[in-house]
Structures are given as structure tokens and as C-alpha cells.
């Protein structure tokens, strides 16, 4: 029962929230099982890219489509697609079937609450869950670009598409793929989220992925409606694989900008932005410096070293070079 205290807005809070939590009710069996986490994380992921690579490989000539293309002069090919979708699933065969086995017999089922979390409760702790994963994920691709050795054996793979499409947020070798699942699996238990907290985030986690390598410049990507330019989504990310030393951060710019790796995305139809046009000028007249040699360089494999630096690597290439 609701405090004395209760005003009528906060009612109305728990009064959405639980109700959308008790649509629960007959299915608590599947729900508690540890598979079914895996299930709706693995399932909206192909649910989402196959129709939008569909799409690419269909639609790609069609006029209204490339004005919402990032790079619309770059033909998303048949051949692009199977060699990504031969690793995505592979690793899912290889790395995720197991884990999920291993999760069935030994993980016990999720305890679940009569209660539903707050409305505070749940888009605090989905705001806050975003912005660690952006951190700590934006850390462990800096540093994988930054270190050679990380770069070459592990990153580059992603790195192999140049033009991103959705498939592609899940090309990745086994270390990268099980760096993300582990931060978005474990992450929700730093705030003892609820378990429709957690199943939102992972399908978030899976969607912003997805978007982000979309190479799409669409209306209702985050972007759009988080404020001062502080969310990247598609636009920044597909520069990050034309431009890799620049945009680590998966999803936000805060420490992109703080460090100075932040570079502005194309928009739909290849436009290139006024930002865009600054930044390019900014660095052309800054190339001779370290610190711009690096936002420049390195795009040949995405790694910065002073072979790279003294070779003067500035321009995006179509083909991965360091496998
Ligand atoms: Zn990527
Ligand atoms: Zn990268």
C-alpha cells in the first residue's frame, strides 16, 4: 500500500509501473529462468537487424532511402552481409550456446518481486546503467585502439567494415563479445535492479548497438532528443569506423570531447555538416602536431604508433590492412 504521503502523481507512477509488471502473471516460470534473458537479448538483436539489412541489400538504390544514409555512395553488398552474419553466428553457436547451457544449469532462477520498481527507480537506474557501460566500455575501446598488441589481435576485427550496417555491432572477436555481455550482465547487479529493469536494459543495450551501426540518420535514434549534442548514436559511430581514432565512447561524447577525440558525424544523405567541415579545417591546420596526427592517422588500421605518425596515415581505407 502507498504511503499517506502519496500524492495523486506518484499513485499514478506505481500505478503504470505495476501494472505493466503484473502482465507477469502466468508466465513467472519462463520469465525466472536464467535462459530467458539470453533468449530476449539474442532474439531482439536478429529480430531488429534482419528487416533493417534487408532494407540495405533492397533498398539502397531507392532515392528516400540514401537521404537517411550516413554514407550513401557506399553499396551495402550481399557478400558484406554473409561474411558478417558467418561470425555472428559463429560466435552465438560457439560462445553464447554455451554460456547460456551453463547458465541453465547452474544459474538458478531469478527471484521475482511481487513489487515493481518506481518510475524513479527505473529510468534512474537505466540512465545511470547507460552512462557507466558508455564509460567503461569507451575505456576498454580506447585503450584497445591505443595499444597495438590489443589492436591487432582482438579490435581490428570489428574494424574490418569501414561502412557499418546493423549486423555489424556484433562482428566482433570472442574477447570483445564477451567484454560487453559481462559489463551489461553485471552492471545491474552494482544497483540490485529489478528484473524488469534489467530485461529493459539488455533490450536498450541491444537496440542503442544496433543503431549505432545502423549507418542510418534516423529521427528517432537518442540523439534527437538528448539535449546539447551529448548522445552520439549512428552518426558519431559510423565516423568512429570511417575515422577509428576518433569517437571511443559507444554512445555518449562526454569524454570524447573532454579528451579531444570527438569528430562530428556525417547526416542522412552523406551530408557533411557545417561541425564537420570546422573539424576537418581545425585538423588539417593542426596536422603537424602529435596531438592531431592522432585524430588523423591511424585509420589505415585504427592504431596509433609512430610508424603510423611518421608515415602520415590520414586516409580512411576500405579494407582492414593489420589482419
Ligand atoms: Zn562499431
Ligand atoms: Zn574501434
Same mark, same amino acid.
Given at each position: 500500500m502507498p504511503d499517506n504521503g502519496s500524492d495523486s502523481s506518484s499513485l499514478l507512477e506505481a500505478g503504470i509501473m505495476q501494472t505493466v509488471w503484473d502482465l507477469r502473471a502466468g508466465?513467472?516460470?519462463? @520469465?525466472?529462468?536464467?535462459?530467458?534473458?539470453?533468449? *530476449? =537479448?539474442v532474439g531482439f538483436y536478429f529480430a531488429t537487424v534482419f528487416p533493417?539489412?534487408? #532494407?540495405?541489400?533492397?533498398? =539502397?538504390?531507392?532515392?528516400?532511402?540514401?537521404?537517411?544514409? /550516413?554514407?550513401p555512395e557506399k553499396e551495402i553488398t550481399?557478400?558484406? %552481409?554473409?561474411?558478417?552474419?558467418a561470425l555472428v553466428m559463429t560466435n552465438n553457436f560457439l560462445y553464447v550456446l554455451p554460456v547460456t547451457v551453463a547458465q541453465y544449469i547452474w544459474v538458478p532462477p531469478t527471484p521475482l518481486p511481487a513489487k515493481a520498481p518506481t518510475a524513479l527507480e527505473f529510468f534512474g537506474q537505466l540512465t545511470a546503467l547507460l552512462v557507466i557501460?558508455?564509460?567503461q566500455y569507451g575505456v576498454w575501446h580506447a585503450v584497445h585502439h591505443k595499444n597495438r598488441w590489443l589492436y591487432k589481435n582482438f579490435h581490428s576485427t570489428h574494424h574490418q567494415y569501414h561502412t557499418s550496417f546493423a549486423l555489424v555491432g556484433q562482428y566482433l572477436h570472442p574477447w570483445e563479445l564477451f567484454t560487453i555481455g559481462l559489463l551489461t550482465t553485471v552492471d545491474p547487479w552494482f544497483f540490485r535492479c529489478h528484473? &524488469?529493469?534489467?530485461? %529493459?536494459?539488455?533490450?536498450m543495450? %541491444?537496440? /542503442?548497438? !544496433?543503431?549505432?551501426?545502423?549507418? @542510418?540518420? *534516423?529521427? #528517432? =535514434? @537518442? =540523439?534527437?532528443? !538528448?539535449? #546539447?549534442? /551529448?548522445?552520439?548514436?549512428?552518426?558519431?559511430?559510423? &565516423?568512429?569506423? &570511417?575515422?577509428? @581514432?576518433?569517437?571511443?565512447?559507444p554512445y555518449l561524447s562526454t569524454w570524447d570531447r573532454f579528451f579531444d577525440w570527438d569528430c562530428p558525424g556525417m547526416k542522412g544523405g552523406g551530408v557533411k555538416p557545417e561541425e564537420l567541415l570546422?573539424?576537418?579545417?581545425?585538423?588539417?591546420? +593542426?596536422? &603537424?602536431? +602529435?596531438h592531431a596526427t592522432e585524430l588523423m592517422t591511424g585509420t589505415v588500421n585504427g592504431f596509433l604508433s609512430v610508424t603510423d605518425d611518421a608515415k602520415g596515415n590520414n586516409e580512411t581505407t576500405d579494407t582492414a590492412k593489420d589482419k
Open positions: 508466465y513467472e516460470d519462463t @520469465l525466472a529462468s536464467p535462459l530467458f534473458p539470453v533468449f *530476449i =537479448s533493417m539489412t534487408f #532494407f540495405d541489400l533492397c533498398a =539502397s538504390r531507392w532515392a528516400w532511402y540514401r537521404s537517411y544514409k /550516413l554514407q550481399w557478400p558484406m %552481409v554473409k561474411k558478417c552474419l557501460f558508455d564509460f528484473p &524488469m529493469t534489467c530485461w %529493459v536494459w539488455m533490450l543495450n %541491444v537496440w /542503442l548497438a !544496433v543503431e549505432a551501426h545502423s549507418g @542510418l540518420d *534516423i529521427w #528517432f =535514434s @537518442l =540523439s534527437t532528443f !538528448v539535449p #546539447f549534442g /551529448l548522445y552520439g548514436g549512428s552518426r558519431k559511430h559510423d &565516423m568512429h569506423h &570511417m575515422k577509428p @581514432l576518433t569517437n571511443f565512447q570546422a573539424w576537418e579545417q581545425r585538423n588539417k591546420r +593542426k596536422r &603537424m602536431s +602529435k
